[in-house]
């Protein structure tokens, strides 16, 4: 059942407005037909103005529709190869150029937040917004010691919008489910998970906690930077960072005028987000141009800046190595692997054909495993995949969903900075230190060392937990008297000598620990 008509009747109206049903291909079907002739009985269809044969109507309805579509243009906004420029040029100033609110309530949400007058809390606050996004708008300031700041203010009402859209969302995916075999996409499943991922990002305290995070995984990185918050007083509305000096990613005329290499920013790109995802497990899951900036004093050995760090991610360990040797059997074209892999983590379904899967992820996948990312048309790739997952009822986990946006993101990035990136050479020796890292003779001795303290402290007690197991057979009739006694006697006679046990269970540790420690050292 749908929730919330008088908003459909909204989304409705302003899609009809600007007539966004005309960048749709034409129709494929006769139900598809009927819909769209459905969408243009709205009387906002047949009044719309000029506006609705420009380039900007695309950005000026997500505008209009909130901040939920404001992320999806975002979103577009990185796909150079999917969309036209000039429509692209639009989305674009959804990253940073939404209309602002106006300034005295950011004024008025700051010192209520603060507790304070701004006078008392800065000794300069800027009525014009730095910037202005769907979530929150920036304002420049200093505190009283001269230090320049940024302060971050949470649009008023922007979690209730949210939370209306997405309970929309919710009751569409719900029906479409109910009428479609969707096993595998769970759609109300990451419908959900994107609800709690966005509501997130309507908590300041959440990302300055998030921002601190991530600064201290790259304290001191030549890769990434991220600037220094400052308490506010532990506001949900406000927060206060360091204000940094770079340039957007996007801004290919300063890199050109400064000599920037590009094919090096391209590279630590890449990097950067392997290391958060697989080093870390925490990565930075916004990364649009606007919250993406490139310290410029070395234009040889440039460093990335991130920003709006609201939005993250991390993986349940078992997904982190499944995704790492996904990739690497990727990479080596080891697709046999791969979907050995994917069945080992439960995506595959049992009886599932593996040989056939295997062949048609080849079929696939292959043929640009070779070419740079300019030459790389993802939209027929993924579209095959997903009707082999349908076919063979493969599941995909929606804690993957947030991940794939990165990748989308991270890709458009390079594809703008630096089109003959070579993403597989690039990514093989990182996946393969991190699996050698991770599971590798070191790793497991690393891990072994952790854990025999924890083993040898259970010793003395494991004959007590046999003794209950075989009395309780015993119960049931399963075993005989005779050896219940001896077991009681064998029981006596531990607890007698586990002093003396346990003294030589810290023996064999600290020779244990010590043979660990010649190896990993040599």
């Known amino acids: 059942m749908i929730r919330h008509w008088h908003r459909l009747l909204q989304l409705w109206t ?19 037909r009927l819909a769209l002739l459905a969408f243009r009985l709205h009387p906002a269809w047949w009044t719309a103005s000029a506006a609705a044969q420009n380039p900007a109507r695309v950005r000026l309805a997500f505008e209009a529709l909130g901040p939920l579509f ?3 243009g975002q979103l577009l906004a990185t796909r150079r190869d999917l969309l036209d420029p000039a429509l692209l040029d639009e989305l ?10 106006p300034t005295i309530e950011a004024k008025a949400i700051v ?19 730095l910037a202005a996004a769907s979530i929150a708008q920036v304002h420049t300031a200093a505190l009283p010691n001269g230090r320049e700041v940024i302060v971050k203010v949470l649009r008023p009402g922007v979690a ?10 919710k009751d569409l995916a719900a029906l479409a489910e109910a009428q479609f075999d969707l096993r595998v996409i769970p759609l109300s499943r990451i419908v959900s998970d994107y609800e709690r991922t966005l509501l997130d990002e309507t908590d300041l305290a959440r990302e300055a906690a998030n921002t601190r995070q991530l600064r201290a995984n790259f304290v001191g990185s030549s890769l990434f930077y991220v600037p220094e918050v400052y308490d506010a007083n532990g506001s949900r509305e406000v927060m206060i960072a360091e204000r940094i000096e770079g340039v957007p990613i996007s801004d290919h005329a300063t890199f050109a005028r400064l000599g920037i290499d590009r094919e090096r920013l391209a590279n630590k790109g890449l990097t950067i987000f392997f290391t958060q995802v697989f080093r870390d497990n925490f990565f930075h899951a916004d990364m649009h141009p606007g919250n993406v900036y490139v310290e410029t004093g070395n234009p040889a050995d440039p460093r990335f800046i991130g920003l709006d760090c609201a939005i993250v991610g991390s993986l349940p360990p078992d997904d982190q190595l499944t995704i790492a040797q996904i990739l690497l059997s990727l990479i080596q074209r080891d697709f046999n692997q791969l979907i050995r892999t994917a069945a080992q983590a439960g995506w595959v379904p049992a009886g599932a054909p ?4 295997a062949q048609e992820v080849r079929r696939l996948v292959e043929p640009v495993l070779t070419q740079p990312i300019d030459q790389i048309n993802l939209a027929p790739i993924l579209a095959g995949l997903l009707d082999m997952a349908r076919t063979h009822g493969l599941q995909i986990p929606p804690q993957l969903v947030l991940l ?9 990035l390079g594809r703008e900075l630096y089109p003959a990136l070579d993403i597989w050479s690039l990514a093989q020796p990182l996946l393969k230190q991190w699996m050698t890292d991770r599971i590798g003779p070191k790793a497991l001795l690393k891990r072994f060392t952790e854990d025999t303290p924890i083993l040898l402290a259970g010793l003395p007690e494991l004959p007590q937990m046999v003794f209950d197991a075989l009395t309780q057979m015993r119960q049931n009739g399963q075993w005989q008297s005779r050896q219940i006694a001896e077991l009681k006697a064998i029981q006596r006679q531990l607890k007698i000598q586990h002093r003396r046990s346990s003294l030589l269970s810290w023996a064999t540790l600290i020779a244990v620990a010590t043979l660990c420690w010649q190896v990993l050292t040599q």
């Open 111 to 129: 010192e209520r937040e603060l507790g304070m007058p701004l006078a008392q809390a800065f000794a300069r606050f800027d009525d014009a917004p």
């Open 354 to 357: 593996l040989d056939f899967l």
């Open 14 to 32: 302003v899609a009809a407005r600007y007539r966004l049903d005309t960048l749709l291909p034409p129709p494929p079907t006769a139900a598809a």
């Open 160 to 169: 209730d919008r949210i939370r209306t859209d997405m309970a929309l969302l």
């Open 92 to 101: 674009v100033h959804l990253q940073e150029n939404v209309p602002p609110f």
């Open 70 to 72: 404001i992320k999806l």
């Open 404 to 412: 794939l946006k990165t990748l989308i993101h991270i890709e458009g």
